[in-house]
């Protein structure tokens, strides 16, 4: 699944929907309680509560299965062929997920205080796993699957930063934003790298898709179409950037109409009830 539509469209979507719910439950939690937010690192829901990280696991693994198992991965000899380096590689993603995941679960049956931060801990550390199995590729990425995934490794990253400031400033809603909408990011960037660089209607001009090492690839035909592909793929990223932040934006806005009413009544009664006071105290002078 390495190299592919798939490959990339469907973890790509799990980011996108783990990150969607986060945004959602930290600006209803937010509203409904400003004074004792915290940031979490998953969220539970009332009938299954670790179904969050049940859901995770499950894709994880069956990711990591489609990696190692969907073909012959290993030669006569019983060593890794070079063209299936990469298959271990994100299987050794998976693999750190599941351990987040598994962790994050067992951690929440022990009362401790730093069950969050133990959790967020462990959350890094699979990001950190991401970014550096990108960054350390054992497969050369040319030309444009290599822009692409150098804007992957600068959202796990900001991700992954978020994720270890959230442990020393556990109470920022800011951060828990940000950690939030950069998730949706790396979602919807990795869906849209599976779409534009594997379907055939989108390669840019001068440049094709060609099999290689048992994967498609897209190669241009010279530098200047090089270029241009990139060019075209940084002004992608841009937009991108914009539509989910208006996003983002927009969907505060909406949650705040719909759990902030209260909020912002109880702030108005407050203000009323001290000018109440106030003009008591002055008739009494």
């Known amino acids: 699944m390495a190299g592919s539509l798939i490959g990339h469209f469907f973890p790509g979507l799990v980011f996108f929907l783990i990150g969607l719910w986060h945004l959602f439950n930290h600006i209803k939690l937010h509203l409904q309680t400003p004074k004792s937010f915290t940031i979490h690192p998953w969220f539970p829901i009332s009938k299954i509560k670790h179904l969050e990280l049940f859901l995770i696991m499950i894709c994880c693994s069956s990711h990591m299965s489609a990696e ?7 030669d006569p000899d019983g060593t890794i062929p070079g063209p299936y380096l990469r298959n271990f590689e994100h299987a050794s993603i998976d693999m750190s997920f599941i351990l987040y995941t ?20 462990v959350a890094a550390v699979a990001l950190s796993q991401q970014l550096l199995m990108f960054r350390l590729h054992s497969t050369h990425h040319g030309g444009l699957e290599e822009q692409y995934h150098l804007f ?24 828990g934003f940000s950690r939030s909408v950069c998730i949706i990011f790396l979602g919807v960037w990795l869906m849209g790298t ?42 992608e990223f841009s ?47």
């Open 102 to 121: 598994s962790s994050a679960i067992a951690v929440d049956f022990v009362a401790c205080r730093a069950k969050h931060g133990l959790t967020q801990l």
């Open 239 to 285: 937009w991108y950037f914009i539509a989910i932040m208006i996003f983002s934006v927009c969907f505060y806005l909406f949650l705040f109409g719909v759990y902030g009413e209260k909020v912002e009544s109880s702030s108005w009664e407050q203000h009323n009830d001290d000018d109440d006071d106030d003009d008591d105290y002055l008739a009494g002078l």
């Open 68 to 74: 190692l198992f969907r073909h012959h991965r290993f």
């Open 152 to 175: 992957v490794q600068l959202l796990t990253f900001v991700a992954l930063t978020t994720t270890l400031m959230a442990i020393r400033f556990p109470n920022s809603f800011i951060l």
């Open 194 to 235: 599976g779409i534009m660089l594997w379907t055939p209607g989108f390669i840019p001009k001068g440049c094709l898709l060609f099999w290689d090492e048992g994967h498609q690839e897209v190669h241009c035909r010279d530098e200047a179409a090089l270029r241009r592909a990139k060019g075209l793929i940084n002004i």
